[in-house]
């Protein structure tokens, strides 16, 4: 039975638009191969948005969204909109978007393709083979917690304050979200906290130790913040899925993401309890490359990949995605950010093509 789904497009700015353009003919090439009838609709965001309708997050892009099954979003952000005051910055706009549909946990993976080991600055037998997924908690911790601000003592000294907290329930849906994730992989699930020091962590790892009775074919493990930066360094093939909060989330995805070296390859994903997911490349809007033909799609087409596996429970069409990037790759085809001597150089369209015809 064909399936339906409605996916809303969100180009935003630079580079966006050219990367969007290819991932949208891979998806629709992909899909009547699974038996998947995808539509699409296209909703404006960041500076675009804000040249349309002074706002970086219109309320009808939020509408078209939540009426959605899932949201593909490019990159957003260029240097004419910096100087307009925060509310009307084009990342006002994806932290709106991320708050309105209540997108709580964040999925990176770092996948070492083969082909591009010599992108790392790691030495090739330290990466080979890595294949992980950091998986962050994204609206709690100290980044939310109250009190915070900076506030003047009796003394007349200022004193600045943040406050990580975390509730149970808090924990539990990252937990969850965590642990269903480790089973669609290697079953392999390692929380990251700091509980030798922190009492928010102790209740972290309190809860997270208690959720894995509802997941025994799930092999949990639990490492110091500190520690598991250096061995995300040292051996970072040890590692499958990891859940963590949000500050110490924020570090270890962008640290686990440089493992590979190449920010045109990495996809990511922001899931909620419920409703549609965010499924966007990690990179920004490269503002530097944009409309020229430059730009590496293969971020984007990957995140389409974690729409169709995460988004839309379709893990199947996202491994053909997959496989199409790895025999690209294999076959030489290169753009500019990935490129090294002996391979072919395209452009974004280029690329998209040969993708097209792994397919
Ligand atoms: P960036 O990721 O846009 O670019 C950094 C460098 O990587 C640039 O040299 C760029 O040309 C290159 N690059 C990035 N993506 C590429 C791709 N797909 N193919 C080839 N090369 C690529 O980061 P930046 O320069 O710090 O920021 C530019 C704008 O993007 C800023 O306005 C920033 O606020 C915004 N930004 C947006 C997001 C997002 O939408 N999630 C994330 C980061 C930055």
């Known amino acids: 039975m064909t399936e339906q789904y409605l996916i809303t497009?969100?180009?935003?700015?630079?580079?966006?638009?050219e990367i969007t353009k290819v991932t949208v003919e891979v998806l629709k090439a992909i899909a009547p191969k699974f038996d998947l009838e995808l539509s699409f609709q296209e909703g404006l965001i960041g500076g675009?948005?804000?040249?349309?309708?002074?706002?970086?997050l219109p309320e009808e892009t939020l509408t078209m969204c939540r009426q959605s099954d899932a949201v593909l979003l490019a990159a957003?952000?260029?240097?004419?909109w910096d100087s307009l005051p925060r509310q009307q910055r084009p990342e006002t706009g994806l932290l709106g978007l991320r708050e309105g549909l209540g997108l709580f946990a964040n999925l990176r993976p770092a996948t070492i393709f083969p082909q591009l080991i010599d992108a790392s600055t790691l030495k090739p037998?330290?990466?080979q083979g890595v294949d992980l997924m950091v998986v962050r908690?994204?609206?709690?911790?100290?980044?939310?917690?109250?009190?915070?601000g900076i506030f003047t003592s009796e003394t007349n000294e200022k004193r600045g304050v943040n406050t990580m907290a975390y509730r149970e329930s808090e924990v539990d849906r990252i937990a969850k979200v965590a642990f269903e994730i480790a089973q669609k992989r290697?079953?392999?699930l390692c929380s990251v906290d700091k509980a030798n020091v922190l009492d928010v962590s102790q209740l972290w790892r309190d809860r997270v130790t208690a959720m894995a009775a509802n997941y025994p074919d799930v092999e949990l493990s639990h490492l110091y913040v500190d520690n598991a930066a250096m061995q995300l360094i040292r051996n970072p093939r040890q590692f499958d899925t990891i859940v963590t909060g949000n500050l110490f989330g924020d570090i270890l995805s962008d640290e686990a993401a440089m493992l590979t070296g190449s920010i045109g390859m990495l996809p990511s994903a922001s899931l909620g309890a419920t409703g549609p997911?965010?499924?966007?490349?990690?990179?920004?809007?490269?503002?530097d490359i944009a409309g020229q033909d430059l730009a590496n799609p293969l971020a984007m087409v990957l995140s389409a990949a974690m729409l169709l596996r995460y988004g839309l429970n379709q893990d199947l069409a996202a491994t053909a995605i997959e496989k199409a990037v790895w025999q690209v790759l294999e076959a030489g085809i290169r753009t500019g950010d990935i490129m090294s001597p002996g391979m072919v150089q395209v452009g974004c369209q280029g690329m998209g093509e040969a993708l097209l015809e792994a397919l």
């Open 186 to 188: 290697t079953k392999k």
């Open 76 to 80: 957003i952000g260029g240097y004419q």
């Open 277 to 287: 997911g965010v499924f966007e490349p990690v990179h920004g809007s490269a503002p």
């Open 125 to 127: 037998e330290v990466i």
């Open 137 to 148: 908690e994204l609206t709690g911790g100290i980044y939310f917690g109250q009190p915070k």
């Open 48 to 56: 675009a948005a804000i040249d349309a309708t002074g706002n970086p």
């Open 9 to 17: 497009l969100l180009p935003g700015d630079g580079i966006g638009p």
